[in-house]
Structure formats: structure tokens, C-alpha cells
């Protein structure tokens, strides 16, 4: 995965992405520095908008936008996403993440996909909300806060229709929980 930094600006009523450089996100890069307030002496969770991992890194929000891009060195395929928010729940030494993301291109075929990840307007875009779950090998405690392991089973993509399915099925009952410890 490679972690982008774009510019955005206005245009005909959607917006225009310029590529600008890579951004860090683990290993003391952004995802750290701005959820640090909410690290204490122990077990938390917390959440962090794009808009505040921006400012951190001192750049204006309302002129640029983090994107993901999934799959940067498949030939002919665009696979690029807006990260809006990360949620992580940090435990001593690691911390699972949730990146809620907005789906600019998913498996957009192209024989022209480094133009399309330098510069592209959003008009086509469906951003339909994508969750992701990752983890940084750090807490609150210690670490270095560097990605864990990404690979097919560490780094699940989940659409819509996926996350409605699976957070149902974990709502906890609470008649039953009072039951069974009663």
C-alpha cells in the first residue's frame, strides 16, 4: 500500500486531485502524532479524521485529501481511496485500526493508471464508504508503530453490504449476557 498526500481545489462542481508526495502514517508518522492526546497508562480506544491527521502535518484541509492507493504496483488497475477517519483501540504494545475510507477507484482498468494516480477529477467517482482493518506493532506503552503484517488476511477491504452484514451479527444481547452471568 503507499500512502499519498494530494491537493485538492474546486472545479465545475467536483473536485480535482494533483498527487504531491508520499506521506507516512505508521512508524511515527501521522496516525501517531495525532492520536497521542488520547494515550494514556492504559487500554483506549480513539478516533482521528483525516482532517486531523492533516493539520498535524501541517497542511490545510480544506486543500488536501490522504488517499490509499491499494495496490500500487498492479499493472493496469487503479485502486484508490479517501481515508476520512481512523479508529483504533491502542492496547500496551499494538493497536488494531479501523480506516473508514471513501472508494475513489476500485479495479478501474487502465493502461493509463500512473496518469490517472498523478492527476484525476472525482465526477466518476462513487465514494461509496470502505472499511479497513489493519494494526501498528505499538500502544500506549510501547512499540514503534509500525504497520503489522498487510497481507490478504490482514488487510480486509469491506464494502458496504459486508459491514451492515457483520455488525449485526455482533450486537450484543443483553437479556442473554444478564442471563448467562445471573
Known amino acids: ?54 493539520k498535524a502535518g501541517h497542511y490545510q484541509p480544506a486543500n488536501h485529501a490522504l488517499v490509499i492507493d491499494i495496490a500500487p504496483n498492479r499493472p493496469n488497475r487503479v485502486n484508490l481511496f479517501e481515508i476520512k477517519a481512523i479508529s483504533g483501540y491502542s492496547f500496551c504494545n499494538w493497536t488494531p485500526l479501523m480506516l473508514t475510507l471513501e472508494e475513489l477507484f476500485a479495479n478501474l482498468p487502465s493502461k493509463h493508471e500512473e496518469k ?9 467517482c462513487n465514494r461509496c464508504v470502505v472499511r479497513e482493518f489493519l494494526y501498528l506493532s505499538g ?7 509500525n504497520w503489522g503484517g498487510n497481507s490478504r488476511t490482514t488487510a480486509a477491504l469491506l464494502w458496504p453490504e459486508a459491514w451492515d452484514y457483520f455488525s449485526k451479527q455482533f450486537k450484543p444481547d443483553h437479556a442473554q449476557a444478564a442471563k448467562a452471568a445471573g
Not at 116 to 124: H, Q
Open 116 to 124: 490517472i494516480k498523478r492527476r484525476f477529477s472525482d465526477a466518476k
Open 1 to 54: 500500500m503507499a500512502f499519498l498526500l494530494y491537493e485538492t481545489s474546486k472545479r465545475n462542481g467536483h473536485l480535482e486531485y494533483r498527487q504531491i508526495e508520499d506521506v507516512r502514517l505508521a512508524g511515527g508518522g501521522l496516525i501517531q502524532s495525532t492520536c497521542k492526546k488520547y494515550l494514556g497508562d492504559d487500554d483506549a480506544g480513539w478516533t482521528i479524521s483525516a482532517d486531523d491527521m492533516l
Open 139 to 145: 500502544g500506549y506503552a510501547e512499540g514503534n508503530w
